[in-house]
């Protein structure tokens, strides 16, 4: 796992591992780290570039980093492959990809602008279970499950929309995990 350059992860992360747990999901301490590394990376990256909303700076952690991890529950034990639809600044993808490290996760951005972010990330965090596919999702092949974190219904629309042009699996996270 890389350091942000300037930066080092200095947060004990057995906050971190304390929350993920209440949420069902059990980390080991590098799966901590890296999402600690992560969170820095949204909070020094992210947000001065507009990926994230600047108004959630100080609810990073439990907006997007936690939010992401419920992603995790909704997968089956047998998923080898995800994809993260408009993934934009890697939420919920790189999240997932840290805590389940066996799962080969495809970060889909559309526009070529917004998927150096997750590009960055993926690099700075040495996550070889990640790819960020710079392509509309009308141009993917072989599609079997797609993560949705709704943040909003338009955004959770768009996204859904996009996933059902191929028929796969949709699983929609946020509040509560459904498959769709």
């Known amino acids: ?28 301490g590098n799966q901590a780290d890296a999402l600690l590394l992560f969170e820095l990376l949204l909070l020094d990256k992210a947000i001065p570039l507009g ?13 997007h980093i936690l939010d992401s991890l419920r992603a995790v529950l909704a997968l089956e034990g047998s998923d080898t492959n995800a994809l993260d639809l408009g993934s934009g600044a ?37 996550l070889p279970n990640a790819v960020v596919l710079a392509r509309p999702a009308g141009r993917l092949e072989g599609v079997r499950r797609c993560l949705v974190v709704p943040p909003a219904p338009y955004t959770c629309t768009c996204k859904l929309r996009a996933a059902r042009y191929h028929d796969p699996a949709v699983t929609a996270c946020g509040t509560s995990t459904s498959g769709e």
């Not at 796992?1 to 069902?24: C, F, N, V, W, Y």
């Open 1 to 28: 796992m890389k350091h942000p350059p300037g930066r080092q992860a200095t947060e004990d992360p057995s906050a971190l591992i304390d929350s993920a747990a209440e949420l069902g999901i059990d980390l080991i």
């Open 51 to 63: 990926f994230v909303a600047e108004g959630d700076r100080t609810t990073i952690r439990e907006r």
């Open 90 to 126: 890697g939420l919920p993808g790189i999240v997932v990809a840290i805590a389940r490290p066996s799962l080969r996760v495809g970060l889909v951005e559309a526009r070529g602008r917004r998927a150096a972010f997750p590009e960055l990330a993926v690099e700075r965090l040495g």
